[in-house]
């Protein structure tokens, strides 16, 4: 667990080198442009301390070289020289900023919530409420709300866009775009507790058609489940406390506390990217969550091997 975290981490920080969208190439090259200005001023600085030293190196017999005591054009011109570098590095930057931030508090495409340990993903216009893995439609920028529902959490998808805080209370907008159709890798850049290492997410870009297609069987509520064993997982799903967290379109569960398991199945990861969504891995997850993400808020129920068998049939229902 802790090797695959280190390799996505560095996955991540390398992903910055390969932006994929409007907003991360603005930014990519800000930094390619202050890269040269810094070099630029290393240079200078550098090859002006190493001149002086050959130049005025101490020789036996050597008088002293002329010293000077305030030179008023000398100061004039390294006053200037520092603020003409911040103006423009100023001007980059307000450049980068309107083009990777909406301009004003737009109405958001969709809105983000970061909770200890995993994402919250709402789509105002329709209705979709989706978790960890958040699709949206290449070629559109799409303003993206962020909000907390506990401590301050980062959203950072390394190819797209720049961070952005989730603070609790106080929403944070950011434009976020794919040129093309893919997976994008999400992490969370706040350090905000335990399981903070593993509040992996992905970015799913689709073509519009596909997205609108996603768009609407996510918004079906979850179908009957048609065989025994399922139905018992989901008789036994409804009277647990189970529903005290979750919410399932079309049963009694209706909480917003952990991940809205409607669309369950459809979902490639689990626990926020701890390990991929399998039969066995939820076997393990609902045998002793704790054991496979030590912290999660999902407590360990004491379910019997038999109670497991059907909760997982009916959970691989949920498409
Ligand atoms: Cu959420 Cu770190």
């Known amino acids: ?89 100023f001007a980059l930057t307000a450049r980068t900023m309107s083009v990777s931030d909406p301009p004003a508090a737009p109405a958001p495409d969709l809105l983000v919530i970061g909770h200890q340990w995993w994402w919250e993903a709402r789509y105002p216009k329709s209705g979709v409420v989706a978790a960890n893995e958040i699709h949206i439609p290449v070629g559109r920028a799409m303003s993206i709300e962020f909000d907390s529902a506990d401590v301050l959490h980062e959203f950072w998808v390394p190819r797209l866009a720049r961070k952005i805080a989730a603070v609790p209370g106080h929403p944070n907008h950011i434009w976020i775009e794919a040129d093309a159709p893919g997976t994008y890798l999400g992490v969370c850049s706040e350090f905000c507790g335990t399981e903070h290492a593993w509040m992996h997410f992905l970015i799913i870009a689709e073509t519009p058609a596909k997205f609108a297609e996603w768009e609407s069987s996510q918004l079906l509520p979850a179908s009957k489940p048609a065989g025994l064993e399922a139905r018992k997982g989901l008789a036994l799903f409804e009277q647990t406390s189970c529903v005290s967290c979750h919410a399932v379109n079309g049963t009694v569960a209706g909480a917003r506390v952990g991940p809205d398991l409607t669309h369950f199945a459809s979902r490639r990861e689990l626990g926020a990217g701890i390990v991929e969504n399998t039969p066995d891995n939820l076997r393990r997850w609902l045998k002793d969550p704790q054991q496979v993400k030590p912290g999660a808020k999902m407590p360990d129920f004491k379910f019997s091997g038999e109670q497991i068998g059907q909760l997982v049939a009916y959970f691989e229902t949920l498409k």
Do not use: K
């Not at 390619?32 to 290393?42: G, R, T």
């Not at 030179?71 to 011109?77: F, G, K, L």
């Open 1 to 89: 667990m802790d090797q695959d975290h280190i390799r996505l981490s560095v996955a991540a920080v390398l992903q910055v080198f390969d932006p994929q969208s409007p907003q991360a190439r603005a930014m990519f090259r800000l930094g390619l442009e202050s890269s040269v200005i810094f070099a630029i001023i290393f240079a200078m600085v550098a090859g002006a301390v190493v001149y002086a030293l050959m130049r005025y190196r101490w020789h036996e017999g050597e008088p002293d070289p002329r010293q000077v005591a305030g030179n008023t054009t000398i100061e004039i011109v390294w006053t200037a020289i520092p603020c003409a570098i911040v103006v423009a590095l």
